[in-house]
């Protein structure tokens, strides 16, 4: 099982950027199917983005054009560059690994990495 840990979080003002990285632990990371996850007060958790081992991207509507997901398999790293950020952003965000030939979410999930856009 691939243990997961998110950091980077933090507050900034609307407009504003951070960077979320993901480290994972296990030699399989390569073969993993990586995504960034988030879950807002009250709401339910929603995917983000996602990159599979052969660096094929998806974004949620809401944040195309302003995130990129990547990773960096020889530091078993993933990572969430997120640029022009809105206030709706504010959430906690999770890394997720999912194994090869499974759809949606998969089991490993990180501790989560708190992230509030506001002035």
């Known amino acids: 099982q691939v243990q997961l840990v998110e950091s980077g979080g933090g507050l900034v003002q609307p407009g504003g950027s951070l960077r979320l990285s993901c480290a994972a632990s296990?030699?399989?990371?390569?073969?993993?199917?990586m995504g960034w996850y988030r879950q807002a007060p009250g709401k339910q958790r929603e995917l983000v983005a996602t990159i599979t081992r052969g660096r094929s991207t998806n974004y949620a509507d809401s944040v195309k054009g302003r995130f990129t997901i990547s990773r960096d398999n020889t530091k078993n790293t993933v990572y969430l560059q997120m640029n022009s950020l809105k206030p709706e952003d504010t959430a906690v965000y999770y890394c997720?690994?999912?194994?090869?030939?499974?759809?949606?979410?998969?089991?490993?999930w990180g501790q989560g990495t708190q992230v509030t856009v506001s002035s």
């Open positions: 296990g030699s399989a990371f390569n073969s993993y199917r």
């Open positions: 997720n690994a999912a194994p090869p030939g499974t759809t949606g979410w998969g089991e490993a």
